[in-house]
């Protein structure tokens, strides 16, 4: 395993207070490597979305340590994580990961415009022609289809060449083929670009594309299959729930 | 950033902002031009009296100047022209036989003068009179009393002396003393002829070429008492006594403006809000992918100002078209009018205005929107607004504590008529704060009384509609707000108006039950001791003389005895005080009456519910004898008529009665009556006009929040469709909400404006007991007119909501 992009150490999260508090995160301690693929699977309530919010800087921990590329973001003031998610993180939703009055073009240099720097021409082309949306450029999101919408949010998450890119249920809202398309141009950044992935599914089939399945249960991560076949991690998840 | 801030402007959405930022920047930005344009009238009228005057020599107050500083004037070396201005009362009678007043002051007689360009006035038609028997009269007159060239008019000279006078020629000029009173122009020997005065007001000379103004000017003063001015500084003045003229005006109207700009502030910050609260996913995302809170910030001020800077500049248009209807409108009203004047201060104040109220209305907006947290995102429901602050409870307690205090006080105070009005108001605004502060908890228990009745009759729709109301309590109170403001004040309006014409009725009726008051028609004259007599021997029951006598600041006052009115039957050594008059006193107490180095003390009787019309304080007229040993003549003379006498006959036998003393005016009370209550309905009007424009506003902001919440509600509109609510119903479930919202506004501020208005005229009275008269037609009009207006404002929103 090579340099090490995103480690959680011991992250606790707790919602509520008292006899109502639910521990969403309970001592979590798990590293993405750098150019790695990481499904996070769970059963719902699992924690796997709360996770990912961790360690993205999202939503803040109650105990532990989360670091990215080396920077500790617990404690980070909103501004530092704000430039943080600017310039180090790439995001793709499962759903409204565009925003409605800009162009496609628009959205996918939104992090950059906003951090008042021009994107790289040749860079974006590329990302672009992969994902097979240049000729969409000039199109707003309403009359883009659900796959398009989503390639556009993937090269949003991907122009910046971030440390790592998180995908909450990227494929949640799209049928199979665009699923299925997404995952694999998701598989060749990691592949062909050494981009870090960590992707939060309970869609065992995109669980497949991946390097590494980590598995949730109660906000504890129970198991790791390496190299998961969805049968594998069908195996696991019905492990968790038996 | 700011291609983001652009790109992200939903014009449509935004409408209702601009909509509202046009109307308050056009009411600014017309008043103010107005008053440009009513100022260069002003002054272009006034400016005549300095036309090519160098150096004047003015008589202070009622003084005259001696001819030699007419001739002083004509020898000195930098005159090249000299002319000497002379003004008389000489009061003009209308084609009925009675005096041309204007707010009660004859008019004026003035020489034509024999240097033309000196003349203070323009010939608008005809000629200037040559010989005795011709005269000029002003255009303003000639029209208002219906004379033209080759008319003859009587005016009265020294002595009650008439003279025929044949009109020759009109000319355009400026009252006496800046009035709008008549003025006739005569040849110098026909005005001292008729008046028995020969002096000067004014010496005005025009100089030579090169001569030093300033040096005329101490020449022209030395060794005089009178004003010295430059040609220059004669201008200045009359320019300043021409903006004078305006300002009370314009602060009303000022006044007017500031609520327009507050009801549109309050339009706009709602929008700011509900938009913030649609678009809380989108700022999310917004924050996901690197925006900073202070850029979330800049976005919605950014895109405030742009709104802004569109609705100030359409607004400002629209102020231009504005002044030009408010010029037409003054010379119906008789305000000065003439082209109108475009400076810069108009055109850029209203922008800037219209700009900053926007961006300061979407400071709060903006700054919620900043806090939106990045998790936001991620959440598929948009919350429901969140709970009611607790520091807004804790603000509206201490704004009603204080205000019901400084109201009270008011009411209570001793400092006089003005301090105590001011004292109420100020109160009346603390506790409307606390109103407004207090409306988001209020108006959901508001909306769900008035939807309960209808909610029995009329099912689901209502029962929606006003679960809907009563769902977003900051929304709708904010909504509701605007409209509280302007009925507030339009009621408020109203109830003083009523309150005071219903008081000041009762307190004439009672205390004085007579037809006519006969009063002098030159302020300083008195009516003849013989009048009173006269008239009752025509045939008039009663017809009291009063006799008046001013003792410091209190006018005392004396009613002949065997008249049958108030105030005869004083008796020596006591004195009644009316309760409406400027005199405090309580029953049992002794005052004491000062006039000149005479003295009386005297035992208030009784504080009588009543008109100061006899005097602030009335006393026997052996007292009165005692303090006023000079006066003879009647200040007014009180007449009833005979019962049975037609009011047309009677009023002809006493203008017969009285054909010999044209100085006597007339008043018919019941005709004081009448010009009273128009008087009243035409200020009502006019508020009522003004305020329109904050209801427009107003009733934009409803329609407003319900096309956004129209928006925000599409798949709930969808969830009801789908389960069987019709699209009629729909529609209705929208127009009930919007009517529910324009009815809680419209009843909180007819029952504020009532209140305060009751308390505003208590404070303004203050001894007399006001009569409340609630005007109910004229407040049920402007809740109907606001409930009719909000449901056309919802009929759009209802009918996109139908559409989905």
Sequence with gaps: MGRVAVRAADVVKVYGSGDTAVRALDGVGVEFAAGEFTAVMGPSGSGKSTLMHCLAGLDTVDGGSVRIGGTEITGLSDRALTRLRRERIGFVFQSFNLLPTLTAEQNITLPLDLAGRKADPGWLRELVTTLGIAERLRHRPSELSGGQQQRVACARALLSRPDVVFADEPTGNLDSRSGAALLEFLRRSVRELGQTIVMVTHDPVAAGHADRAVLLADGRIVEEIHRPSPDAVLAGLRRLGG | ?804
């Design chain 2, 1 to 804: 950033m700011l291609r983001t801030a652009f790109t992200g402007l939903r014009v449509r959405r935004l409408v209702p902002t601009l909509v509202a930022v046009v109307l308050a920047v056009a009411f600014v930005a017309g008043t103010l031009i107005y008053r440009d344009t009513a100022q260069a009238a002003l002054y272009d009228e006034y400016a005549r009296a300095a036309r090519n005057v160098g150096a004047a020599l003015t008589a202070r107050d009622d003084g005259r100047l001696e001819p030699s500083a007419l001739d002083r004037a004509r020898a000195d070396a930098g005159v090249a022209e000299a002319d000497g201005r002379r003004a008389e009362r000489l009061p003009l009678l209308d084609k009925r036989g009675r005096i041309v007043t204007d707010i009660g002051l004859p008019g004026y007689g003035i020489n034509a003068g024999t240097v033309a360009r000196l003349r203070p006035f323009d010939v608008h038609a005809g000629r200037l009179p040559q010989t005795g028997g011709e005269a000029a009269l002003d255009t303003r007159t000639a029209a208002r009393i219906g004379f033209s060239i080759g008319d003859e008019i009587t005016v009265i000279g020294a002595g009650e002396r008439r003279q025929r006078l044949r009109v020759v020629g009109t000319v355009d000029v400026t009252g006496f003393g800046g009035g709008r009173t008549s003025t006739v122009v005569l040849t110098d020997a026909e005005l001292t002829g008729l008046t028995g005065s020969a002096g000067y007001r004014e010496v005005v000379a025009a100089l030579r070429p090169g001569a030093d103004a300033a040096a005329v000017r101490d020449r022209l003063g030395s060794g005089s008492d009178a004003r010295a001015r430059t040609g220059i500084q004669l201008r200045d003045d009359l320019a300043k006594a021409a903006s004078g003229q305006l300002s009370g005006l314009l602060v009303g109207i000022g006044l007017f403006a500031l609520v327009a700009v507050l009801v549109a502030g309050f339009v706009i910050v709602n929008t700011f809000t509900i938009l913030m609260a649609q678009r809380l996913r989108e700022t999310a995302l917004l924050r996901c992918v690197g925006a900073g809170r202070g850029q979330v910030f800049r976005l919605v001020l950014a895109e405030a100002a742009l709104v802004g800077l569109a609705g100030a500049v359409l607004g400002t248009g629209l102020g231009v078209l504005v002044a030009l209807l408010m010029s037409r409108l003054s010379t119906v009203l008789g305000l000065p009018a003439g082209d109108v004047v475009l400076s810069p201060l108009p055109l850029l104040a209203g922008p800037a205005l219209g700009l900053l109220v926007t961006v300061g209305a979407a400071v709060a907006p903006a700054l919620r929107a900043s806090r939106v947290r990045p998790m936001a995102a991620l959440r598929a429901a948009v919350p429901e607004s969140g709970s009611l602050r607790r520091t807004s409870l804790v603000l509206a307690v201490l704004a009603a504590l204080a205000g019901t205090a400084i109201t009270v006080a008011g009411l209570r105070g001793t400092g006089g008529v003005l301090a105590a009005m001011a004292l109420v108001m100020l109160g009346g605004i603390g506790n409307f704060a606390a109103l407004l502060l207090l409306m988001p908890r209020l108006v959901g228990p508001v909306v769900r009384a008035l939807g309960w009745l209808p909610g029995r009759l009329f099912g689901v729709p209502v029962k929606m509609a006003t679960a809907n109301a009563a769902r977003h309590p900051a929304r709708t109170a904010a909504t509701t707000a605007t409209l509280l403001i302007g009925v507030a004040l339009m009621a408020g309006g109203g109830t003083v108006a009523a309150t005071a014409n219903r008081t000041a009725e009762a307190q004439l009726n009672k205390a004085f039950p007579v037809d006519y008051l006969l009063t002098p028609a030159v302020p300083g004259e008195l009516v003849p001791a013989g009048v009173a007599g006269e008239v009752r021997a025509a045939g008039f029951p009663v017809a009291a003389p009063v006799k008046q006598g001013e003792a410091g600041d209190v006018l005392v006052g004396t009613v002949g005895a065997g008249a049958d009115v108030f105030g005869a039957d004083v008796r020596p050594g006591t004195a009644v005080i009316p309760a409406a008059g400027q005199v405090r006193a309580t029953a049992g107490s002794t005052i004491e009456l000062v006039a000149g180095d005479r003295r009386l003390r005297l035992t208030v009787a009784a504080i009588v519910q009543s008109s100061s019309l006899v005097g602030d304080a009335v006393i026997a007229e052996a007292d009165f004898a005692t303090l006023f040993p000079d006066v003879h003549d009647d200040g007014l003379v009180l007449v009833k008529a005979a019962p049975g006498l037609s009011a047309a006959a009677a009023r002809q036998k006493l203008d017969d009665t009285l054909a010999a003393h044209p100085l006597v005016q007339v008043a018919d009370l019941a005709e004081v009556r009448d010009q009273r209550n128009a008087e009243i309905g035409q200020m009502v009007a006019i508020i009522a006009a003004l305020l329109a424009f904050a209801l427009v506003i107003a009733v934009i902001g409803i329609g407003n929040t319900l096309s956004l919440s129209v928006l925000e509600r599409a798949r709930e509109s969808w969830l009801v469709r789908a389960l069987g609510l019709t699209r009629g119903q729909l529609r209705a479930t929208l127009l009930t909400e919007a009517l529910l919202m324009a009815l809680a506004g419209a009843l909180g501020g007819v029952a504020f404006g009532v209140l305060y208005g009751w308390l505003t005229t208590k404070a303004a009275f203050g001894a007399v007991h006001p009569l409340l008269s609630v005007p109910f037609g004229q407040l049920a009009g402007f809740v109907g007119l606001a409930a009719a207006a909000a449901v056309l404002a919802a009929v759009l929103p209802a009918r996109r909501a139908a559409r989905a």
